[in-house]
C-alpha cells in the first residue's frame, strides 16, 4: 500500500504528433516498467489505426515507480487521453482521474488550437500544469519563442518551462523531478465510503467490459459488492488490478490509485465513463461531479454499395460498439442509397474514424451521406423535436422555430492570415469573439459559429486558405434559432432523399445550384428530359435538365447479328435493373455515390 | 407497305465471303485480308459445307455477304449458286445478291456476276467524301462509285443498293447532305443508312481509346435525320431502322430474317435459324476449313428458341421494320409493364391496326430491352402462341 502523499496522477497533453506517445515511451523506459528489449515504439498506441494517424482514440493507463531525487519511492500514474476535441468528454473524464498534467508542445510548430483546448479542459478542471518543449533537437525548433506562446496561454515564466526531447531523452530525467515536485498528491478519505470515477473502459473479447478507475475515497477491494451511482446497476468487482504496463491483478486499489476492474459486464454500454462505484453495502452519498451521457453531434447516413451488404454493416457496428459506447444508429432507409443507417459521432474525426474503419477492418464499401447536426424544432404545441436527418425537418407550416447547434472555435494562425479567416467566418456565420496574440507571429482567434457550418466544409477551406498553418478545435455552446431551410433536390419531380439537408436560407441558392449541377453531369440520359430541381417547400430555387438521349440504337441487326445483339442488349438490361428507379427515373447507385463523394475532393 | 409477315413462310440462305484487300478500321466481322491464296480452297470448303447439310427447302433468297464477296473471282461464287441450286433448288424469283466494292467492279466482273445468277447487288459506298473515305479505310473514291453502279446497271443488274455510313467524327453536316444526294443522284432501288459504331476489338476502338474523336450520338441522330427527310423525297421508304427502298424492291433475305423465318447459313462465322434453333460456324477461318474437310459440319454452337422465347424473339427480329409486329402475348404484356407505359407515353411505340411500331426508330434498342426482360401474360400457354413456322 502507498501512501498518498507518494502518488501522483498525471495526463500528457500534446497536439497529434507532438510526441506524446514518444514521451510516454520514454517515460516507461526511465521508469524501469519496459526494458530497452522489450519496447515496442509507442506502445500505449494499440491500435493499427491510431499508430498510423498518430493520435489515440482509446485512453490507456500505466502505473510507474519512481525513485526520486529525494531518495522517494513514487508511484506515478500515467493517464493517457485521447488528443482530439471530439472525444472532450472522454479528456474530460481521464483528466478528472488526475492532478497533475503535462503539456507537450513541439518546439517548432508551437502552440496549437487543439493543445489549447485541451489545456483550458485541464485548467477548468483545476490540474497543475506542467508545460514541456519537446523536440528541441529538430532543426527547426524554436523554443524561444514556443516558451513564449506557453507563458501567453497559461502565465508563468518562460523559464520554467522544460525543455526535452522524448526521442533522445534530453531532459526527460528533470521532467519527472518536476511532475514529483509540482503535481499535488492525491487528497481523498482513505477510510470515508469508497468513491471510484470510471474514466474509460474497452471490451475484451475473454474478460468482457474492463473500466478504468481512479479510487477517489476509500478501498476499492476485490470481491466488492458495486453499485454504479448514475446507471443503478450492481456488480461485482471480480477482479482488480494495475497496469505496468502489463495487467497485474492486486487485491484492492487504495484512495489515490488508479487501475482496472473488471466485473463481468458484457456490454460496454452498461458501464458510463464518468459514472462513480460505490461499495453496494456502504454506499457514498454523493456521486463525483461532471457525469455526463455522450451525446452524438455529427450525423451521417451510411449505406452499403452493395445491397447485400447491409446485415454486415449491422454487424460491423455491433462490433465496433462494444468498444465505443458513444456510437449510436438508427436504420435508416433511402430512396437513392438504399438500406443503412444514420450514425451519430461525436465530431468529424470520430466519423472519419468509424468510417475508415468499417472499410478497413470489416471489408466494407460505405456510402456516407453529407454530414449533418441535431437540429431542434419547436413544434406549434410548444414542444421540441430533435431532428437528425434532414428529411425528418417539419415543413414551415408544421413548426414554429429552428434552432442549431453553435461550437466554440478556437483557431490558432500565424498573424498573416487572420484577414482570410475572419473574411471565411464571417461566410459561415460566425461571431467573433476573442483574439490574443501568443507572440507577435501568432494569434488566437475565438469564434462562435454554427457547428453545421464546421461539418459542411470549414475544415478544408480554413486549410487551404492558411496554407495549413491555422489549426482548429471547437467545442460546443449554445443552440440558437436561425433561418433554416430543407432545401430538396428532386429528380422528374421526385425528391431524392440522400441530398436533402438543412441549410441556412442564405445558402439554399448556392447549395442547389452546386446539386443540381453535379448531378446533370453525372446521371445518365433517359428516354425523355429529366429535369433536376432544388427547391425548399414547393418553390423551385434552381433548375437543371438532363437530356433526352437522342440515340439509342445498334446500326445492324441483321441474320447473323440477332444471337450477339440479344445477349448484348439482355446485358444491358441486367445493368439497368441494379440501377435505382426515382420515379420513372433509372440512376446507377455510383452517380449518387458520386454526387456525395465529391465533397471529399473539395 | 405490304404485310412484310409473309417472308416468315419463305427459305433465305447467307454466304459467307470473309476475303478483303484490306480489313477497313471499324470491321468487325469475320474477315480476312491478304488471304487470298486461301480463296480457291475455302470455296470447295463451302461447297463441301453445302454437301454435308440436310436438303432443305427451294430459295426464295440467297445473300452473299462479307468480307467481300466481289473480292473473289465471280465464277468461283457461281459454283457455290450452283452447287445450292443443286442442293436446295432455288426458285426463278429468287432474289440473289452479293456485297460489293466499288472498286472491284469491272464491267467484265459485272458481266460474270450477272452471267453466274445475282441479280441484286448492294455496294459498299459508305460515303462521296473523300476525306471520310480516307477515315474509314476505303480504298476507292467518290469517282469510282458512280462509274462502278454505272457499270453494274448497263451490265443489267436491276437491283442495286448503296450502304452509307454516317456520323465519322471527320464527316460535316455538308458532307453527309452530298453524301446522301450522291446516292439519290444514282438513282438506286434500296439504301441502307449505318451510323458509324465503335465496336470492342477494332483498330477504330484501339484509335478512340488511344484519344481518337469518337462518333457523338446527337450528331448521328441529327444525320440520321437528314436521311429521314431526303431519301423518301427521292422515293425511297424507311422500311427498317437502317434500311430504305423503292417499294417493292426491299431486300428479302433480310426481311426473312426480320419475320422470324428460317435460313440456313454457310461460311465462317455464319448465322442460321432452322427448326426454331439459332446456330452458327467456327469463326475462324482455318478452322472453319479444318473442319468441314474432315467431314464435320462446322457449327461452334446453337440456341434453341422454346416456348415464350419463341415469341420474344418474333417481337425482337421483327420490331425494327417500320412495320413493326402483329399484336399478340408479348405485345401484351409489354404494354402492361411500366417501362412499355413510358415507351407508349413518351411516343416511343405505338399500337395501331393490331401492330406494335416502334415510332421513333433512333430508340429502339430500349424497346428491346424492355422486349427481352418480358414476362409472358397472365394465363399465357405455349399452345396458344401463334405458329409462324
Known amino acids: 500500500m502507498t501512501n498518498q502523499s507518494r502518488i501522483r496522477n498525471f495526463s500528457i497533453i500534446a497536439h497529434i504528433d507532438h510526441g506524446k506517445s514518444t514521451l510516454a515511451d520514454r517515460l516507461l523506459e526511465l521508469t524501469g516498467a519496459v526494458s530497452e528489449r522489450d519496447m515496442r515504439e509507442q506502445i500505449l498506441d494499440t491500435m493499427d489505426l491510431e499508430r498510423e494517424r498518430g493520435i489515440t482514440i482509446k485512453a490507456q493507463t500505466v502505473r510507474l515507480a519512481y525513485r526520486a531525487d529525494n531518495g522517494h519511492d513514487y508511484e506515478l500514474n500515467l493517464i493517457d487521453t485521447p488528443g482530439h476535441v471530439d472525444f472532450s468528454y472522454e479528456v474530460s473524464r481521464s483528466l478528472a482521474a488526475c492532478e497533475g498534467a503535462l503539456l507537450l508542445v513541439d518546439a517548432a510548430q508551437g502552440v496549437q488550437a487543439q493543445t489549447l483546448a485541451n489545456a483550458y479542459l485541464a485548467v477548468d478542471a483545476g490540474l497543475e500544469v506542467i508545460p514541456a518543449i519537446n523536440k528541441i533537437d529538430l532543426v527547426a525548433a524554436d523554443p524561444d519563442r514556443v516558451a513564449g506562446e506557453i507563458t501567453n496561454v497559461i502565465g508563468g515564466s518562460s523559464d520554467d518551462i522544460v525543455r526535452i526531447s522524448a526521442k533522445t531523452g534530453a531532459g526527460v530525467s528533470e521532467l519527472l523531478e518536476r511532475l514529483v515536485e509540482q503535481v499535488p498528491a492525491p487528497s481523498g478519505d482513505p477510510d470515508g465510503p469508497l468513491r471510484a470515477l470510471v474514466f474509460d473502459s474497452y471490451y475484451d473479447a475473454y474478460r468482457g467490459v474492463v473500466c478504468y478507475v481512479r479510487v477517489v475515497d476509500g478501498r476499492l477491494r476485490s470481491g466488492f459488492r458495486l453499485k454504479f451511482i448514475a446507471t443503478g446497476e450492481t456488480h461485482d468487482a471480480a477482479e482488480v488490478g494495475i497496469l505496468t504496463p502489463s495487467v497485474k491483478p492486486v487485491g484492492a486499489l487504495e484512495a489515490g490509485e488508479v487501475g482496472y476492474l473488471i466485473t463481468g459486464v458484457k456490454e460496454i454500454d452498461r458501464i458510463k465513463v464518468g459514472d462513480t462505484l460505490t461499495d453496494a453495502a456502504n454506499p457514498a452519498r454523493d456521486p463525483l461531479p461532471g457525469y455526463a451521457e455522450p451525446k452524438p453531434m455529427v450525423f451521417s447516413g451510411l449505406f452499403p454499395t452493395d445491397g447485400d451488404d447491409f446485415e454486415r454493416l449491422r454487424e460491423a457496428l455491433e462490433k465496433l460498439r462494444l468498444n465505443d459506447g458513444s456510437l449510436m444508429w438508427e436504420a435508416e432507409t433511402s430512396r437513392a442509397l438504399g438500406f443503412g443507417f444514420r450514425v451519430g459521432f461525436l465530431g468529424l474525426l470520430h466519423m472519419e474514424i468509424v468510417r475508415e474503419r468499417l472499410e478497413r477492418e470489416y471489408d466494407l464499401d460505405l456510402v456516407a451521406t453529407a454530414p449533418s447536426v441535431a437540429y431542434r424544432v419547436t413544434l406549434p404545441d410548444g414542444s421540441i423535436r430533435e431532428i437528425k436527418s434532414p428529411q425528418d425537418l417539419p415543413d414551415p407550416g408544421s413548426r414554429i422555430s429552428v434552432s442549431e447547434p453553435y461550437v466554440r472555435a478556437m483557431i490558432l494562425t500565424p498573424t498573416e492570415y487572420v484577414g482570410p479567416i475572419m473574411e471565411l467566418v464571417t461566410t459561415k456565420r460566425g461571431e467573433m469573439g476573442n483574439m490574443s496574440y501568443l507572440s507577435p507571429e501568432r494569434v488566437e482567434l475565438d469564434y462562435q459559429i454554427p457547428l453545421a457550418e464546421i461539418v459542411f466544409d470549414f475544415f478544408d477551406l480554413l486549410k487551404s486558405r492558411t496554407k495549413g498553418y491555422a489549426s482548429l478545435d471547437y467545442e460546443p455552446a449554445d443552440y440558437r434559432t436561425a433561418d433554416l431551410v430543407k432545401v430538396d433536390i428532386l429528380l422528374n419531380a421526385q425528391p431524392v432523399d440522400a441530398f436533402s439537408a438543412v441549410l441556412h436560407r442564405d445558402k439554399a441558392a448556392d447549395y442547389g445550384k452546386t446539386m443540381t449541377g453535379r448531378l446533370r453531369g453525372l446521371i445518365p440520359r433517359q428516354m425523355f428530359d429529366v429535369p433536376i430541381q432544388a427547391a425548399i417547400g414547393g418553390k423551385i430555387i434552381s433548375r437543371e435538365t438532363v437530356k433526352a438521349k437522342r440515340k439509342d440504337v445498334i446500326a445492324k441487326c441483321y441474320g447473323g447479328d440477332v444471337t450477339r445483339k440479344k445477349k448484348l442488349l439482355t446485358k444491358q438490361k441486367e445493368g439497368k435493373k441494379r440501377m435505382k428507379m426515382v420515379g420513372s427515373v433509372e440512376v446507377p447507385q455510383e452517380a449518387f455515390v458520386a454526387a456525395l463523394r465529391v465533397d471529399d475532393d473539395t | ?389
Not at chain 2, 413462310?9 to 487470298?36: L, M, N, Q, R
Not at chain 2, 479505310?137 to 462509285?145: K, L, S
Not at chain 2, 455538308?174 to 434500296?190: E, N, T, V, Y
Not at chain 2, 405485345?331 to 411500331?357: F, N, P
Open chain 2, 1 to 389: 407497305m405490304a404485310n412484310v409477315d409473309v417472308h416468315a413462310s419463305k427459305a433465305a440462305t447467307y454466304v459467307h465471303i470473309p476475303f478483303c484487300s484490306a480489313v477497313c478500321p471499324y470491321c468487325d466481322f469475320a474477315v480476312v485480308a491478304g488471304a487470298d491464296d486461301r480463296i480457291d480452297r475455302y470455296i470447295d470448303a463451302v461447297v463441301a459445307e453445302i454437301e454435308l447439310s440436310d436438303p432443305w427447302r427451294v430459295l426464295d433468297a440467297v445473300y452473299f455477304g462479307g468480307g467481300t464477296p466481289s473480292h473473289v473471282r465471280p465464277h468461283l461464287l457461281g459454283r457455290i449458286l450452283a452447287v445450292l441450286r443443286a442442293h436446295h433448288g432455288i426458285a426463278n424469283e429468287a432474289e440473289i445478291s452479293l456485297e460489293a466494292n466499288p472498286e472491284d467492279f469491272s464491267e467484265e466482273r459485272a458481266d460474270e456476276l450477272l452471267g453466274a445468277g445475282f441479280n441484286r447487288v448492294s455496294f459498299g459506298v459508305q460515303s462521296f467524301d473523300d476525306v471520310v473515305l480516307a477515315r474509314l479505310g476505303r480504298r476507292h473514291r467518290a469517282v469510282d462509285i458512280v462509274s462502278s453502279v454505272d457499270k453494274a446497271r448497263r451490265a443489267g443488274f436491276t437491283n442495286v443498293s448503296v450502304d452509307l455510313i454516317f456520323g465519322t467524327p471527320e464527316e460535316s453536316e455538308k458532307s453527309w447532305a452530298s453524301s446522301l444526294q450522291g446516292a439519290i443522284d444514282l438513282r438506286p432501288d434500296h439504301v441502307s443508312c449505318y451510323a458509324l459504331t465503335v465496336e470492342p476489338g477494332t483498330p477504330l476502338q484501339r484509335d478512340v481509346r488511344a484519344g481518337a474523336a469518337a462518333p457523338d450520338p446527337d450528331v448521328q441522330a441529327d444525320r440520321y435525320e437528314l436521311a429521314e427527310r431526303l431519301l423518301p423525297m427521292a422515293g425511297l421508304e424507311r422500311y427498317e431502322v437502317s434500311n430504305w427502298a423503292r417499294p417493292g424492291q426491299e431486300c428479302r433475305y433480310n426481311l426473312v430474317v426480320w419475320a422470324q423465318g428460317e435460313y440456313e447459313a454457310y461460311g465462317n462465322g455464319a448465322h442460321r435459324f432452322l427448326n426454331r434453333v439459332r446456330s452458327h460456324n467456327v469463326r475462324r477461318l482455318d478452322a472453319y476449313m479444318d473442319r468441314v474437310e474432315s467431314g464435320l459440319r462446322p457449327i461452334a454452337g446453337a440456341d434453341p428458341i422454346e416456348g415464350w422465347d419463341v415469341e420474344i424473339d418474333r417481337l425482337f427480329v421483327g420490331l425494327r421494320r417500320s412495320a413493326g409486329v402483329g399484336t399478340g402475348p408479348g405485345v401484351e404484356s409489354l404494354i402492361e409493364t411500366s417501362g412499355g407505359q413510358m415507351l407508349l407515353r413518351e411516343g416511343i411505340i405505338e399500337v395501331a391496326g393490331g401492330r406494335l411500331m416502334v415510332r421513333r426508330p433512333l430508340l429502339t434498342d430500349e424497346v428491346h430491352r424492355q422486349v427481352l426482360d418480358l414476362d409472358p401474360p397472365q394465363g399465357w400457354v405455349e399452345s396458344t402462341n401463334p405458329d409462324n413456322l
